[in-house]
């Protein structure tokens, strides 16, 4: 089953509405899609707990890691978790918080025109085949909306340079070698 977006939001996923996100500015639409992974804590997979933190609402006790995340106030527009459930916790019409200090082909702060995705998953890890699949229907859902021009790991935008090293060496960008009439970052399969 193909995905779809109808109104910023995607039709058939879960939405756990994330109150770190604001309204895009005037006439900005999403051009970039940015990937990202997170697992919580890292290296573990399966759990709430990144649609806790998403949603503020992370038990900072629950685990050591924890405690670093106190003052943070983030999110993405969607999470796909390592069975491929896409959650959506910001539409696509606002702002997620996700990118930080960032540029894309000279245009900083990216949150402002892109739309985040996290994979569950650890930088260092393989990502499931599963993830894989869904990854690309959302994108391609995301690109028959928007004027989406390209995509680029968070460790490709992050400023200053090596801010961020997300998704990591174990996404590989050749399971995108749908997307080559997009800008894509270099060493694509
Ligand atoms: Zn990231």
Redesign the pocket.
């Known amino acids: 089953m193909e995905f779809r977006i109808d109104n910023g939001f995607l039709t058939g996923a879960a939405f756990n509405d994330s109150p770190n996100s604001d309204e895009r500015p005037e006439n900005e639409e999403p051009q970039l899609i940015v990937i990202?992974?997170?697992s919580l804590p890292p290296g573990e997979f399966g759990g709430l707990d990144i649609h806790r933190l998403f949603t503020n609402q992370l038990d900072f006790n629950a685990d050591p890691f924890f405690s670093r995340l106190r003052e943070l106030k983030v999110s993405a527009h969607f999470l796909i978790d390592r069975l491929g459930e896409v959650t959506q916790f910001v539409s696509c019409l606002r702002r997620a918080w996700?990118a930080g200090s960032s540029e894309w082909k000279g245009r900083s702060n990216c949150n402002d025109y892109s739309i985040g995705i996290?994979l569950e998953g650890i930088d260092t890890e393989a990502f499931d085949p599963r993830q894989y699949e869904s990854l690309r229907k959302l994108c391609r859902a995301l690109a028959a909306c928007y004027p989406i021009e390209g995509m680029a790991g968070?460790s490709h935008i992050a400023q200053p340079s090596g801010r961020?090293k997300?998704p990591g060496q174990g996404f590989n960008w050749a399971e995108l070698s749908d997307f080559r009439n997009l800008e894509l970052p270099l060493g694509l399969g």
């Open positions: 990202h992974c997170i996700h996290e968070h961020k997300d």
